[in-house]
């Protein structure tokens, strides 16, 4: 089955305590993407990339980090988490670029930093 | 400043009538439109999307109209079922910024029985 995967689900952490949210796509996809959801504010692009080792940021990626070293993957990390980067977070790919494309989203991670 | 704007943040329809979805745009350098669906719980899914250069689009019960002089589009679900009952993102694609997907904060739709 085509889809994308991402763990954990569910993550309740304290500030400062580096974590990482996997991301990964079975599609063969070149274009990934890392997006953050908020009340009030919707969609936004942390950071996303063109194929592998091929990054650039978004709208909002202060705080974040990524890397493609692989095809299918796509990890989020957050070095030094904070409050407000409390947040649901969607990963998604698409066969390119992303936008002319549908982009495939994975079920979401919901995270928590205290 | 939302250059992709839904109004409506909910809207209640009644099963089997018509949900009509609105969708304003401000930037002339839109090309390329996408609507994408989302249940409580998962990600967002792609329904339907619309080239500039056409005004319908049409895949099933689900058609997306656009007006480009009037920067408005809309989607047209017929009839509504209690099972489309999610939130419905309009996106657009800004050819002029490097084809940057622009999304709308969504309108959370309630088919009732």
Avoid at chain 2, 84 to 105: E, H, M, P, Q, T
């Amino acid at each position: 089955e085509a889809q994308v995967t991402q763990n954990p689900r569910y993550l309740i952490t304290v500030t400062g305590k580096k974590l990482t949210v996997t991301c990964s796509q079975n599609m063969n996809h070149e274009y990934m993407s890392w997006y953050r959801q908020d009340p009030g504010l919707g969609l936004r692009q942390i950071y996303y990339s063109m194929n592998v080792e091929v990054t650039d940021k978004g709208d909002v990626p202060e705080g974040y980090k990524v890397s493609r070293k692989e095809k299918r993957n796509f990890p989020l990390i957050l070095e030094s988490p904070s409050p407000n980067q409390t947040s649901l977070y969607f990963c998604a790919s698409s066969l390119d670029r992303g936008a002319y494309n549908e982009q495939f989203f994975g079920p979401g991670t919901r995270l928590t930093v205290l | 400043d939302q250059q992709v704007k839904q109004n409506s943040p909910s809207l209640s329809v009644q099963e089997g009538r018509i949900s009509i979805l609105n969708c304003d745009y401000t930037n002339s350098m839109f090309d390329y439109f996408l609507w994408y669906k989302k249940y409580p719980a998962e990600g967002p899914t792609f329904l339907i999307s619309i080239s500039s250069i056409k005004d319908k689009n049409e895949d099933g019960r689900f058609t997306v109209f656009l007006n480009k002089s009037a920067k408005h589009l809309s989607l047209h679900i017929v009839p509504s079922q209690p099972g489309d009952s999610a939130v419905y993102f309009c996106a657009a694609v800004n050819a002029g910024n490097n084809r940057k997907l622009i999304w709308g904060l969504g309108t959370s739709l309630a088919v009732n029985p």
